[in-house]
């Protein structure tokens, strides 16, 4: 069975302080691992795609990596506005036409001014 | 501006009732997807529909139905079968063309019962 799961669960962090949040995931053959944003009573905003070993993807201060196992996102000097629920999600090989996305349950990101 | 609109933002269903969520994207999307998102839960995904008249169930369908009769519209039916349908509910879409492509969200229906 396909699994993902996130860690933390929650981070908290100074305004300022890098960190790195982790996805692993299980699945019978990866053809895309996707990070989003979700702030409270929103929807998830697309971030990244990430489609093989090795790949990296930047975005102002979040940088997303991966490897075979896991993927993770580095969040450099982070400010106030970077705190959100952050999801990831990967599309397994096999399933043709629609994605059929697994997700972790989330890291919830916290930054004090 | 191009996006999708869920609505309701927040709906209350009595016992025994029925209630529609309403999905709209003018994104021009091929598929359109209903995920339920419960607190330190995975969203999980309850229909699917990669073209008109066509649907495929997820895996949390029993208790729900949807249609697609219209491209731009995939609105979901939450039924008296199902038992525990306090949730929130995440309509999305993607194109299925040129590659592995992202899901986009709308913003969400909160659904409570009375």
């Known amino acids: 069975e396909d699994q993902v799961t996130q860690s933390p669960e929650a981070l908290r962090l100074q305004e300022g302080e890098s960190s790195s949040l982790n996805c692993s995931y299980t699945?019978?053959?990866?053809?895309?691992l996707f990070w989003y944003r979700q702030d409270p009573g929103k929807g998830p905003e697309f971030l990244f795609t990430?489609?093989?070993a090795g790949e990296e993807k930047e975005k102002e201060r979040l940088k997303a990596t991966l490897t075979k196992k896991e993927s993770f996102l580095h969040i450099t000097a982070p400010k106030p506005e970077d705190s959100a629920t952050y999801l990831c999600a990967v599309q397994a090989e096999g399933i043709q036409g629609a994605q059929k996305l697994v997700f972790g349950q989330g890291t919830r990101l916290t930054i004090n001014p | 501006d191009g996006g999708i609109t869920q609505s309701p933002k927040y709906l209350f269903r009595k016992e025994g009732q029925n209630v529609t969520l309403s999905c709209e994207q003018n994104?021009?999307?091929?598929?359109m997807y209903w995920y339920r998102q419960d607190p330190g839960q995975g969203l999980r995904l309850i229909y699917y529909?990669?073209?008109?008249?066509?649907?495929q169930k997820g895996d949390i369908a029993e208790g729900y139905s949807v249609s697609r009769e219209k491209k731009e519209s995939f609105p979901l039916t939450v039924t008296s079968a199902q038992k525990n349908p306090t949730a929130f509910y995440l309509c999305?879409?993607?194109?299925?063309?040129?590659?592995?492509?992202?899901?986009?969200f709308g913003d969400g229906t909160r659904l409570s019962i009375l």
């Open positions: 699945v019978s053959g990866l053809r895309g």
């Open positions: 999305a879409s993607s194109i299925l063309t040129g590659g592995i492509q992202p899901q986009h």
């Open positions: 529909s990669q073209i008109v008249n066509d649907f």
């Open positions: 990430l489609y093989s």
């Open positions: 994104l021009n999307h091929d598929a």
